[in-house]
């Protein structure tokens, strides 16, 4: 390969060079601070890697990677109980349980990798393609065979830095869209988006609010997320569980090291009724965007009191009201997060799996393992954006 760019792997963030957050300042998710809090509440089932890249001695770019194996799991998602979930979750544990991912299967979005704007985009992600055979034989010598290695997520521009030959063997495949919000330039204040929306909306807005009477919204704090940390995780949990189909649960003292380490970067928001914890969610900063993180809730008091929905609107309301330009709602329940006003982006990965047949035939092995979901895209806006 014609380049001068080599790379070095990293397994702890104590050996990341002090360059690292100088690169990652356009991305907390490739942060320090962010990487240590993952570090030390990894979930059970997964092992962190990071790539440096340097032109010489010098580092122009940085990347995670995450290996997961999903043998670990006690459940790959509760909620779709069927003759075809069963056969898939037997298919994906014999030949899809170990997987290398080049980015953060945490998050939706381009957080695998920032190179600083000199690189050539082409000739980085193949270093990191040679980087992702480096981490695959460093776990084959752990006795840990990868089945699946993915590249992920990019939209269609970032797509074109993988029109290389390396990639050639690759399938590409994408799953259900990023859900984006992004603010008009004339709304300063939440009211400007109410006052945006059609009468339906409008009443779907009131309708909300009315059904969450009764109950109290609080930021939290590193003290109080220690003190409630029990409570949370089993929210979250339950949560989890009732996904259609899971590849990690968060560790019991995730919420706390994100507080510890991202500081106000971090925002807890927990819902009460009577005095009692029945929902949460989480917020990261990001630059001018907002991220949606993970949450929690008592799914009975959810449905009773719209709660889901209240923590949207509340969302938008925080993100419109201190500036934010758009807020990344990420995948699952997509109708929902349309009725407030967010946008399907097309998001696009990259996968190869090392039995060279079931990797000629990988777009019939994928469609066996994601699942499928139908929805109907709304505007609640008088007019376009």
């Known amino acids: 390969m014609n380049s001068t760019y080599t790379f070095t792997l990293y397994e702890t963030v104590s050996q990341l060079p002090d360059q690292w957050n100088n690169l990652a300042a356009s991305n907390v998710f490739l942060s320090i601070p962010y990487l240590e809090a993952l570090e030390q509440s990894a979930p059970l089932n997964m092992q962190c890697f990071y790539i440096g890249l340097f032109e010489n001695t010098k580092l122009v770019g940085i990347s995670l990677a995450q290996f997961l194996n999903l043998n670990q799991l006690e459940s790959f998602g509760e909620r ?22 080049i980015g953060n299967n945490m998050l ?41 290695t993915t590249f992920k997520d990019f939209n269609q521009e970032e ?15 994408t799953t259900q869209p990023n859900m984006v919000f992004c603010s008009w ?24 609010r009315k059904k969450g009477e009764g109950i109290e919204k609080q930021k939290l704090d590193l003290n109080a997320i220690i003190f409630l940390e029990d ?23 995730h919420f706390r090291m994100m ?8 925002l807890f928001y927990g819902y009460f009724e009577k005095g009692e914890l029945i929902g949460f969610n989480t917020l990261v900063k990001n630059g001018d965007q907002m991220d949606t993180y993970f949450l929690g809730y008592d799914e009975q008091i959810q449905r ?13 309301a925080y993100s419109i009201n201190k500036g934010f330009k758009e807020i990344v709602f990420a995948r699952t329940a997509l109708e ?44 609640p806006f008088k007019e376009n954006p």
């Open 259 to 266: 507080k510890e380490k991202l500081k106000d970067k971090f």
């Open 185 to 208: 330039d004339h709304w300063k204040t939440f009211d400007d988006y109410l006052s945006s929306l059609t009468k339906k909306y409008r009443d779907q807005y009131k309708r909300c």
């Open 231 to 253: 409570t949370i995780y089993e929210l979250y949990h339950h949560v989890a569980l009732n996904a259609p189909f899971n590849t990690f649960f968060l560790a019991k003292n």
């Open 108 to 148: 939706t979005g381009q957080n695998a990798f920032c190179f600083s704007i000199e690189v050539n985009l082409v000739k980085g992600v193949e270093v990191l393609h040679l980087a992702s055979l480096a981490i695959r034989e460093n776990l084959k010598k752990q006795g840990l065979k990868t089945h699946l």
């Open 336 to 379: 929902i997060k349309s009725s407030i006003g967010a946008k399907p982006e097309k998001m696009t990965g990259l996968i190869q799996h090392s039995n060279r047949l079931i990797n000629l035939n990988m777009s019939t092995f994928f469609a066996s393992l994601e699942p499928k979901s139908t929805w109907k895209e709304r505007n």
């Open 159 to 173: 797509l074109t830095a993988f029109s290389t030959p390396i990639f050639s063997n690759f399938y590409r495949f």
């Open 80 to 101: 779709d109980k069927c003759i075809k979930t069963f056969f898939r979750n037997i298919i994906f544990r014999n030949f899809g349980a170990h997987v290398l991912f």
């Open 304 to 316: 009773e009191k719209m709660l889901y929905l209240n923590m949207l609107y509340d969302m938008v």
